[in-house]
């Protein structure tokens, strides 16, 4: 980590914590992610993973350590300053019913506070996003609700690069998906993310897509970053809770309630 | 358990929420006034608050000025001020009920449906999706609600008070025998332009309550369908107390003035 330069790093974490309540979710997280690289967060369900993202970006304020963002500390960074370098997908795709996929996917350059163009061109690079994640003109006039679980990813995922951030979220990208669509989520974020070289972080308990998107993989358990390792490392990652966790096995350090 | 406590611990609920309110309401105005401005969704409330509650209200003051007819016939009977009809229902309905009656109808219709929405819209992270594509809350989905039921309520009231009228005129000349020329003659002369100000100036408040009581739920609902739920039911019970609150509170300033 040493020998990496302050540059490289396009999202730094140090000893970053979050409570609710009596709750302490986050116990002093430290992660450093560097400029292009694809990160995928690991962790039980309610470890804490989607709150660490949301930390991350300022949409959850944090209750001690310290967050820079392209070189920029969360802290002094104004919110538009953040958001234009962040496109992030939502578990749920977070569509807005009102509106149809093509004003979805071109929302920020229609209602965004810092950047603004007329509706054709917008429509012109809602129906370019479309493509780009699978989905022909057809689908540009219909509404979220008449959308599959399918689709409805893959529109977030379009609403998510319309811009072009510098970095993007995936938070639980595949999660109620059948395995050949999550297969083409997973290709889709692994293909986009290498041509537009943004920085990506993952957060997913869904192996086959760690192993499909991750460059390298950091594991969140009991509110701290408990292993960080490149992906090929996952079968011998050296740590038992990884281990017990990559293999799924209920026997092991990490305790499951109602397993006895 | 020390009442003592139990009251202590009430008052400083109360008064942590009434702040809370205070703050996000003043928050809401100042929206109101940086831009971007959002006109589409300033419309689109609008529409929905005035246009789509005028049936509700409409019917709602027609049958209450009816009744109010009815009723004030029947005081009136007993010292042979039967000819009071007129005036008290205009008056009744343009200065108290047409504002009340219909604050609390669209309170009903109306704050629960933003809290709905908005409340759905958090709890399926539509609301983290606004902040990440650079769209400010406040600005998008509170400042445009706030400022269409403001404007909306009055002229909806206007209507209120309209059909209100009409409604004590028909009870007054098909059941209590009044003459049309009459009772009309009466309803213009008694009543005063402050009359209709203070009724509209109520229903402007009221549709500042009633919208800030909905975003401010919204925004606060809890997780999952029992959240909205309960952010709903709070929406449309404490708007309803605070419109009633405001209303003795507004009565006694255009009773001092």
Not at chain 2, 232 to 237: D, S
């Amino acid at each position: 980590m040493t020998e990496r330069t302050r540059d490289d790093i396009m999202i730094r974490a140090e000893g970053v914590t979050r409570a609710f309540g009596r709750k302490r979710v986050l116990r002093g997280v430290d992660l450093a992610i560097r400029r292009g690289e694809s990160r995928v967060i690991i962790g039980g369900s309610g470890s804490g993973k989607s709150v660490l993202v949301k930390c991350l970006i300022g949409l959850i304020p944090a209750d001690g350590g310290r967050i820079v963002i392209d070189g920029i500390p969360l802290s002094r960074a104004t919110r538009p300053e953040v958001m234009r370098r962040v496109g992030m997908l939502f578990q749920g795709g977070a569509l807005f019913d009102s509106l149809p996929v093509w004003e979805n996917v071109a929302f920020r350059l229609l209602r965004g506070e810092d950047e603004r163009i007329d509706r054709a061109r917008a429509r012109e690079i809602a129906i370019e996003k479309l493509a780009r994640v699978g989905l022909g003109p057809e689908t540009a006039d219909l509404y979220p609700a008449e959308l599959s679980g399918g689709m409805q990813k893959r529109v977030g995922l379009a609403r998510a690069i319309a811009h072009a951030p510098s970095i993007i979220f995936f938070d639980e990208p595949t999660t109620g998906l059948d395995p050949i669509m999550a297969g083409v989520i997973n290709r889709l974020i692994r293909s986009i993310v290498g041509e537009t070289g943004a920085t990506a972080v993952t957060i997913t308990h869904d192996m086959v897509s760690v192993r499909t998107i991750a460059d390298r993989v950091s594991m969140l358990h009991e509110g701290v970053i408990r292993w960080t390792g490149p992906v090929a490392q996952l079968d011998e990652p050296g740590d038992p809770y990884v281990t017990q966790f990559v293999r799924g096995a209920p026997e092991g350090p990490i305790h499951v309630e109602g397993t006895g | 358990m020390n009442p003592l406590a139990a009251i202590g611990r009430s008052t400083l609920a109360f008064l942590a929420g009434t702040g809370r309110i205070a703050v996000f309401g003043s928050r809401g105005v100042a929206a109101l006034f940086q831009p971007p401005f959002y006109g589409r969704e300033f419309l689109r409330a609008f529409l929905f608050i005035g246009y789509y509650s005028l049936p509700v209200v409409g019917l709602t003051a027609i049958f209450t000025g009816g009744a109010l007819a009815l009723q004030t016939y029947a005081g009136g009977a007993r010292f042979n001020g039967e000819q009071i009809v007129p005036s008290i229902v205009a008056i009744g309905i343009v200065r108290e009920l047409g504002p009340v009656l219909g604050g609390l109808m669209v309170a009903g219709r109306v704050a629960s449906a933003i809290a709905a929405e908005i409340g759905t819209m958090k709890v399926t992270e539509q609301i983290d999706a606004l902040v990440t594509l650079s769209t400010s809350p406040m600005k998008y989905l509170v400042a445009p609600r706030l400022l269409a039921a403001t404007l909306a309520l009055p002229l909806l009231v206007a209507v209120a008070d309209i059909l209100g009228i009409f409604g004590g005129w028909i009870v007054a000349i098909t059941r209590l025998d009044f003459s049309s020329a009459v009772y009309l003659r009466n309803t213009i002369d008694f009543l005063e332009s402050g009359d209709v100000i203070s009724g509209l100036v109520k229903a402007a408040v009221f549709g500042f309550i009633i919208a800030l009581m909905g975003c401010h739920q919204g925004m606060h609902s809890g997780r999952g369908a029992s959240g909205v739920g309960r952010a709903t039911t709070l929406a449309v019970v404490t708007a309803s107390v605070l419109i009633l609150a405001t209303n003795y509170i507004l009565t006694e300033f255009f009773f001092s003035v």
